[in-house]
């Protein structure tokens, strides 16, 4: 089994899906055209996609934190300091770890208040 998709709600479909672009690298693919509000479809890996869903009204969780609801992506450790920077040129709030582990990780708040866990690959 995997995780074929994970769907987000928020307030800007397309600066949402320009932040993951020009961060994360996540591009665009192409969406069915049966949902009746504005959607995007980006690509993470084979296989796997986030979807992003335009939600009148949208709030962030408060439970969104290191000990709450986030979503963790590998990336090459190499490219940390990269990336960091990038997520901050994007808007993201970058948030340390409360917890040792023995890999190098990190967190950051995406502009709708999501926040996602960056592990070491």
Same mark, same amino acid.
């Given at each position: 089994?995997?995780?074929?998709?994970?769907?987000?709600?928020?307030?800007?479909?397309?600066?949402?899906?320009?932040?993951?672009?020009?961060?994360?690298?996540?591009?665009?693919? *192409?969406?069915?055209?049966?949902?009746?509000?504005?959607? +995007?479809?980006?690509?993470?890996?084979?296989?796997?996609?986030?979807?992003?869903?335009?939600?009148?009204?949208?709030?962030?969780?408060?439970?969104? +934190?290191?000990?709450?609801?986030?979503?963790?992506?590998?990336?090459?450790?190499?490219?940390?300091?990269?990336?960091?920077?990038?997520?901050?040129?994007?808007?993201?709030?970058?948030?340390?770890?409360?917890?040792?582990?023995?890999?190098?990780?990190?967190?950051?708040? *995406?502009?709708?208040?999501?926040?996602?866990? !960056? !592990?070491? !690959?």
């Amino acid at each position: 089994m995997s995780i074929l998709h994970f769907t987000l709600a928020t307030r800007d479909v397309v600066a949402t899906a320009r932040f993951f672009s020009a961060t994360l690298g996540w591009q665009p693919v *192409d969406r069915p055209n049966n949902i009746p509000m504005q959607a +995007a479809w980006l690509g993470i890996a084979p296989g796997q996609e986030l979807h992003l869903l335009h939600i009148e009204g949208f709030a962030p969780s408060p439970f969104e +934190a290191e000990f709450g609801r986030h979503f963790a992506v590998g990336f090459p450790v190499s490219q940390f300091p990269a990336l960091k920077q990038r997520l901050r040129d994007h808007g993201a709030e970058l948030i340390e770890p409360r917890r040792e582990t023995p890999f190098e990780r990190f967190f950051f708040r *995406d502009p709708n208040g999501y926040v996602f866990e !960056v !592990v070491s !690959v």
